[in-house]
């Protein structure tokens, strides 16, 4: 009776089957691009990644807080322009009328005054955005900015009154120019707040670019160190093939000469 000893074989197979596993793994983070795919790759670095994508996800939705009050803001630098645009065309209107005592220009001077008198009252009346009334006195808008550990809330607030007051006469030069300084502040302070808020965008765009660089940094694969281990591990599972192979035909033979 003849015993052949299997444990060559044996041990070259639990070989190939490791080398098998840790390629297809290997391959796998390959085609994902990503080393760590669930908790049981990297249960630390796991949970670092989720932490930092709970951040860019904050900071996502900041995003579009933000985005929301510049949309007001924008919307409000156009009134104001539009206004401070009439206004100061009432404002020519009204140092013409002075100077001159002809009556029939006069008359039309005070038409065409009325008329954007008229126009401004409206611009301003109806200037809505978003059910916000935003030629107004007050605060028009709270922005809040959430970061990890902070809040910053942004005020965008007017010192005009709805109706511009002092419009109503063509010789009320003082009221005239007291209105054109309000709609001229009002202006201002739409495009400072507009200009702070789209700066407030950058910052959350490079805080979301920052949290995503971490992300990759932890769950990225290092490509150059895959591929050397995909092919480290081919060249060994085909030399285990080959061993087992040897293996095989050596104990079929030594099995022949007993025949």
């Known amino acids: 009776m ?4 299997y444990s060559i074989a044996s041990q070259l197979s639990n070989i190939y089957q490791t080398n098998g596993q840790a390629l297809s793994d290997t391959m796998s983070r390959i ?10 790759d990297d249960f630390a670095g796991w949970l670092k990644a989720n932490s930092f994508q709970t951040d860019v996800n904050n900071y996502t939705n900041v995003k579009q807080d933000i985005q929301a009050g510049k949309s007001l803001a924008d919307y409000a630098v156009g009134v104001g322009n539009q206004i401070v645009e009439d206004i100061t065309q009432m404002q020519t209107l009204a140092t013409e009328y002075a100077a001159t005592n002809d009556a029939q220009k006069q008359a039309a001077y005070k038409d065409q005054f009325t008329a954007i008198q008229s126009r401004v009252t ?9 059910s916000v009334s935003v030629y107004a006195t007050g605060a028009l ?14 005020n965008m607030t007017t010192t005009n009154s709805a109706t511009p007051a002092n419009l109503n006469n063509i010789q009320d030069t003082t ?17 400072s707040f507009s200009t702070e808020l789209a700066n407030f965008s950058k910052i959350a ?11 990759s940094a932890i769950t990225d694969i290092n490509e150059v160190v895959e591929m050397s281990n995909e092919t480290n591990l081919q060249v060994r599972n085909q ?6 192979t040897q293996a095989n035909v050596s104990q079929a033979q030594l099995a022949r000469l007993f025949q």
């Open 175 to 191: 009221g005239i120019s007291n209105e054109l300084t309000a709609a001229q502040t009002y202006l201002d302070e739409m495009t």
């Open 205 to 215: 765009d490079t805080a979301v670019s920052s949290k995503q660089a971490a992300i």
């Open 2 to 5: 003849i015993t052949t000893n």
């Open 141 to 154: 808008k709270s922005v809040s900015v959430n970061g990890e550990n902070a809040a910053l809330v942004v």
């Open 31 to 40: 085609a994902s691009g990503k080393r760590i795919q669930n908790p049981s």
């Open 239 to 244: 030399a285990a093939v080959s061993m087992m």
């Open 122 to 130: 409206d611009e301003a009346t109806n200037a809505v955005y978003d």
